[in-house]
């Protein structure tokens, strides 16, 4: 069997993911291939799952900004992890019905789980309020953390969010209006993660922070800054958390993590990730 996958986006350029795909392949001795399809709408993007996957020869989609959430309306059948986020990363057939699944948790939760040994797991501040932002907090609830902070550029997006994952996770989630109120929640050294899930800093994208550096005094000296970005390789943000001596993670883990656990759902082989992992990093280099 060839296995004809793909990632669905409205931006694609700077995505590895056919690097990581065709890795997989490789290791697990199986014919595949994977495409990149930018879409412009969410009208193309429904219709060209329906063509492409439920009626075309594709085996299954990854979905990526701006379209996770409407993957989850799309699909007939859920996961539990996409149950818990209300956001869908990976498309695929079963039974004859369109099934969602959200891999982002599990990836979040491999990637970073070893970067939290020391930390401890109280209060997270989690900067978006899109599909990644639903994984990684869906993904602080089965790491531990008590309680999470949630901070957006559009606060009436984030209350939305904040209100509907109240009725699927049983993580604290409270919505934070600016930086001012999260300085007001958090003294110095009392934030154990800080989590950037926005394109802010994305090759190509809008430049910058996601937030400003003094934010990044309040995180623990044996907390944790991760950015989902992974192209490129380091932020400014995650460059700044360095210079504080503080740990930091970019998206490289999660998205080799994820791609792994789409790939078991596509194929039934759950690969090793280790060459993937050194590819993407050469190719990112």
Not at 201 to 206: D, E, L, P, R, V
Request: hydrophobic share 45%; charged share 25%.
């Amino acid at each position: 069997m060839v296995y004809a996958c793909g990632l669905i986006g409205k931006t694609l350029e700077y995505s590895v993911s056919p690097v990581i795909f065709r890795t997989f392949c490789e290791e697990a001795g199986v014919e595949g291939d994977y495409c990149r399809v930018e879409l412009p709408t969410e009208e193309a993007f429904r219709d060209f799952v329906k063509c492409g996957l439920i009626e075309g020869p594709f085996v299954g989609f990854n979905v990526t900004i701006p379209y996770k959430e409407a993957a989850y309306a799309l699909s007939n059948v859920h996961g539990s992890d996409a149950e818990r986020t209300g956001a869908v990363n990976t498309l695929s057939i079963e039974n004859g019905k369109l099934r969602g699944d959200n891999t982002d948790v599990f990836g979040f939760v491999r990637s970073a789980q070893e970067h939290l040994i020391d930390a401890a797991r109280n209060v997270a501040l989690v900067v978006g309020a899109g599909g990644a932002a639903r994984a990684v907090l869906a993904a602080l609830e089965e790491l531990g953390f008590t309680r999470a902070l949630v901070l957006n550029r559009s606060l009436e997006r984030a209350v939305r969010m904040t209100k509907e994952l109240a009725h699927r996770l049983k993580l604290p989630i409270e919505t934070v209006a600016d930086e001012a109120a999260v300085r007001e929640l958090c003294e110095a050294g009392t934030l154990d993660v800080l989590v950037n899930a926005t394109p802010v800093g994305m090759k190509g994208g809008a430049p910058g922070m996601p937030v400003s550096e003094s934010i990044l005094d309040l995180v623990s000296p044996h907390g944790l800054v991760v950015d989902l970005i992974y192209n490129p390789p380091e932020t400014n943000l995650l460059r700044n958390a360095r210079r504080r001596s503080i740990k930091n993670l970019n998206g490289v883990g999660m998205l080799v993590w994820q791609a792994a656990r789409s790939f078991e759902i596509w194929t039934g082989i759950l690969p090793d990730t280790k060459r993937a992992l050194q590819r993407v990093n050469e190719v990112l280099a």
